[in-house]
């Protein structure tokens, strides 16, 4: 057994609770706003929104958790020596994790797999709790593969701690705006060269409302590699963006 370090626990309590962080403060924020730019028209029920917070308390600690096993197990070993180390193992984790969701989100799409994520797509109409609302196996999947990775890169290459937990700020933060059903975007945006990489949140309302297509987690390239991206997302954030949501899941802009 590795021993902790006092910056390991502070972590991983951050990891545990920074989901919730997210989707509170993204609720407070809107919740202020005059204007919320919503992709669908449409409100989640209350049922679903119960759903999916009994959901986010089982499955928010299943991070936190399997990091905590690997690193004291000694299956990840960390260096903090240098700042690029941080920023190196950010990045590997960011195109690793994107490959990663890809590539098993498509495959969870498979009718023989489609059970394990059935529970994420019962959101037809997303919000930010959405983000966090995952089968209890899915999400296990879906960490075991970023820190299983993660673990492998480290018995090889300097690998940092401090990296893959911010990253895992950033992937809570992005996930809750990728579910927010709101549209902060303009309607140039995916004309612009981030745009046409990084997805807006009309991206991902897509993929809860059409089942199928836009699988990807941050950026639209393996769906552009592999084709199963909509073409008709460009239309859909305009109107969105233009305060003309989508009234009806099968609507086509
Ligand atoms: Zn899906
Ligand atoms: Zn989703």
């Not at 021993?3 to 951050?14: A, G, R, S």
């Not at 989707?23 to 706003?33: A, G, S, V």
């Not at 990091?67 to 920023?87: D, H």
């Not at 073409?231 to 963006?241: F, G, M, W």
Request: proline residues 4%; charged residues 15%; positive net charge.
């Amino acid at each position: 057994m590795e021993e902790l370090e006092t910056y390991h626990i502070v972590w991983l309590i951050i990891l545990l609770f920074a989901n919730h962080m997210f989707i509170y403060l993204f609720n407070l924020r809107t919740d202020k706003q005059e204007v919320v730019k919503k992709v669908y028209g449409l409100e989640p029920g209350a049922e679903q929104l119960k759903e999916e917070f009994r959901n986010s308390l089982i499955t928010a600690p299943i991070h936190p958790l399997l990091i905590l096993l690997f690193v004291s197990m000694g299956w990840l070993t960390t260096s903090e020596k240098n700042l690029s180390t941080v920023i190196t193992s950010f990045f590997v984790m960011f195109w690793w994790t994107e490959f990663w969701f890809y590539a098993s989100h498509r495959a969870m799409h498979t009718k023989w797999l489609i059970g394990i994520h059935k529970e994420h797509h019962r959101s037809y109409i997303t919000n930010p709790m959405t983000a966090a609302s995952f089968s209890l196996i899915e999400k296990t999947i879906f960490t075991l593969g970023i820190v299983g990775f993660a673990s492998i890169y480290s018995h090889y290459l300097p690998f940092s701690f401090n990296g893959l937990c911010i990253y895992y700020v950033f992937y809570f933060a992005v996930t809750v705006l990728g579910h927010s059903n709101v549209e902060f975007r303009n309607a140039r945006y995916p004309f612009s060269l981030m745009g046409y990489f990084i997805n807006a949140p009309s991206y991902h309302a897509m993929h809860h409302a059409r089942y199928v297509k836009n699988y990807g987690l941050v950026t639209s390239v393996f769906d552009r590699l592999f084709g199963t991206r909509w073409n008709d997302y460009e239309k859909v954030l305009e109107r969105a963006a233009n305060g003309k949501p989508l009234e009806k899941l099968s609507e086509r802009p």
